[in-house]
């Protein structure tokens, strides 16, 4: 059973465009959520997190937008380059422990010149 | 300070036959989990060792075994492989407890095709 929903599948967006990729969980109990950045034959890579006490959290060109009512949480790209095509992972995880990461089935994004 | 190492970076197999992938953690972890992820999907947790004792195990078959040594390094086991074992597996390390330190490291992985 699938518990984090990913869109889209790929996005192609011009540079300095602003990509949003979204995400939705269905367990209440995740309180961990990160996003990842993978480049072909690399691992991923943690980009930025965010806790549910905050609906919105920026790292530099990186922002996460939380709603935990409607149990949802996005990224946004600002000013996007090409260096940032890759693929975007969201994920989610419970705080009790280690616990796991469930991932999403990812975003391949592509930002064009 | 190395990161998270894997060894080997590709492998090639045939049906049946069994495969042990290796993980260094990175510096200063003692903590390791084991990711598996099929071509466009994400990765899938298989199993977490603290302690040299598997902690927490997600949705594999007894096929998927693991261990970590003393200075906390892991191995990955596979039995009688399937096709549907190729994958791009990932070993990821972090430090116990995850309250103050919640980053995942993940190596770059290693690629095994299954013929």
């Known amino acids: 059973q699938q518990q984090v929903k990913q869109s889209p599948q790929s996005l192609i967006v011009q540079k300095g465009g602003i990509p949003i990729i979204n995400c939705a969980y269905e367990?209440?109990?995740?309180?961990?959520f990160p996003w990842y950045q993978q480049f072909p034959g690399k691992g991923p890579a943690l980009l930025i997190a965010?806790?549910?006490?905050?609906s919105e959290k920026k790292e530099g060109r990186f922002t996460i937008s939380f709603n935990k009512s409607a149990k949802q949480f996005s990224l946004h790209i600002m000013d996007s380059q090409p260096g940032d095509s890759a693929t975007y992972f969201c994920?989610?995880?419970?705080?009790?422990?280690?616990?796991?990461?469930?991932f999403g089935t990812g975003t391949r994004l592509t930002i064009i010149p | 300070d190395a990161g998270v190492t894997q060894s080997p970076t590709h492998l090639i197999k045939t049906r049946g036959q069994q495969v042990t992938l290796r993980c260094s953690p990175k510096s200063g972890h003692d903590t390791v989990s084991w990711y598996q992820q099929a071509l466009g999907q994400g990765p899938q947790f298989i199993f977490q060792y603290y302690e040299e004792e598997e902690r927490q195990r997600g949705n594999f078959p007894d096929r998927f075994s693991g261990h970590q040594f003393p200075n906390y390094s892991s191995e990955l086991n596979v039995n009688a492989l399937l096709l549907g074992d190729s994958a791009l597996y990932l070993c990821a390390s972090s430090s116990n407890p995850t309250a103050t330190n919640e980053k995942l490291f993940f190596g770059s992985g290693t690629q095994l095709s299954v013929l």
């Open positions: 367990n209440t109990a995740f309180d961990y």
């Open positions: 994920a989610a995880r419970t705080n009790f422990g280690n616990e796991k990461l469930t």
């Open positions: 965010i806790r549910p006490d905050v």
